[in-house]
C-alpha cells in the first residue's frame, strides 16, 4: 500500500462543466502521473509530474490540465468536460528509487 | 514509438492448472524494465512482477514467473497451480528511458472452478 487516494471516487457530470480530480499521497513521492483506462486501450498517460509545479504532458493530454502545489496532491482538470472524457481514471507514484508505479484506487467519471 | 502487444485479449484455465500469457514489446533500448499489473474486478491495479532487461535470469513471485527473451523483445507471465483469485485482467507494461510506462491492452483470464 503506498498510501495513495483519489478523490472522489465516481462523478457522473454533464458536457461542459469543469471537474477536478484528486490524488493524494501520504510518502512524499516526487513523482505522480494521471492515467486514464479505456476499454481495449490498457492505461494511457495523461500528465506527470516530478515535483512541485514541475509538470509535463503525456500521450493523451489534449482537454486536460494539471496541478502540484503541494508534493502530496496532485490536481487533474477537465476545464470543459467532454462525453469522449468518460474513462476510469488512475493516479500513480513512482517509488523512490525504484522503477515501479503504484496506483491508487481509481474514480470512474460519466460525462453525459 | 515503442508499443505493447498482448495478443490473447482473453484466455481460460482449470483452477490448479498451468497458464501462460503473452506479451511483445518494440524498443530500440538496451536498459529497461518490464511489468506485469493485475487489475481484478476491484479496479485496483497490483503490480505482480516486474524484470529488468540487464538480468537473464527470468524473475520469479511464488506462483509468478516469467519468461523473458530479450532478443524476441518477449516477456510472458507463467502463473502456476492457478487459483480462482487470479481471475482479473494481466497488463504487460515496458518502462522507457523516460521512466514512462507504455501499456499493453490487456488479457483477461478466467480460472475455470
Known amino acids: 500500500d503506498a498510501g495513495i487516494t483519489q478523490s472522489p471516487r465516481h462523478k457522473v457530470t454533464e458536457t461542459g462543466t469543469p471537474v477536478t480530480l484528486r490524488c493524494h499521497q501520504t510518502e512524499n513521492h516526487r513523482y505522480m502521473y494521471w492515467y486514464r483506462q479505456d476499454p481495449g486501450h490498457g492505461l494511457r498517460l495523461i500528465h506527470y509530474?516530478?515535483?512541485?509545479?514541475?509538470?509535463d504532458k503525456g500521450e493523451v493530454s489534449d482537454g486536460y490540465s494539471v496541478s502540484r502545489s503541494k508534493t502530496e496532491d496532485f490536481l487533474l482538470t477537465l476545464e470543459s468536460a467532454t462525453s469522449s472524457q468518460t474513462s476510469v481514471y488512475f493516479c500513480a507514484i513512482r517509488g523512490q528509487g525504484k522503477h515501479e508505479q503504484y496506483f491508487g484506487p481509481g474514480t470512474r467519471l460519466t460525462v453525459t | 514509438a515503442q508499443t505493447v502487444t498482448q495478443s490473447q485479449p482473453e484466455m481460460s484455465v482449470q483452477e490448479a492448472e498451468t497458464v501462460t500469457l503473452s506479451c511483445t514489446y518494440d524498443t530500440s533500448e538496451s536498459d529497461y524494465y518490464l511489468f506485469w499489473y493485475k487489475q481484478p474486478p476491484s479496479r485496483q491495479m497490483i503490480l505482480v512482477i516486474r524484470?529488468?532487461?540487464?538480468k537473464q535470469q527470468n524473475a520469479t513471485e511464488n506462483r509468478f514467473s516469467v519468461n523473458f527473451q530479450k532478443a524476441a523483445k518477449s516477456f510472458s507471465l507463467k502463473i502456476s497451480d492457478s487459483q480462482l483469485g487470479d481471475a482479473a485482467m494481466y497488463f504487460c507494461?515496458?518502462?522507457?528511458?523516460?521512466?514512462?510506462?507504455?501499456w499493453g491492452a490487456g488479457t483477461k483470464l478466467i480460472i475455470k472452478p
Open positions: 507494461a515496458h518502462m522507457d528511458s523516460n521512466y514512462q510506462l507504455i
Open positions: 509530474s516530478y515535483g512541485v509545479k514541475d509538470t
Open positions: 524484470q529488468e532487461a540487464y
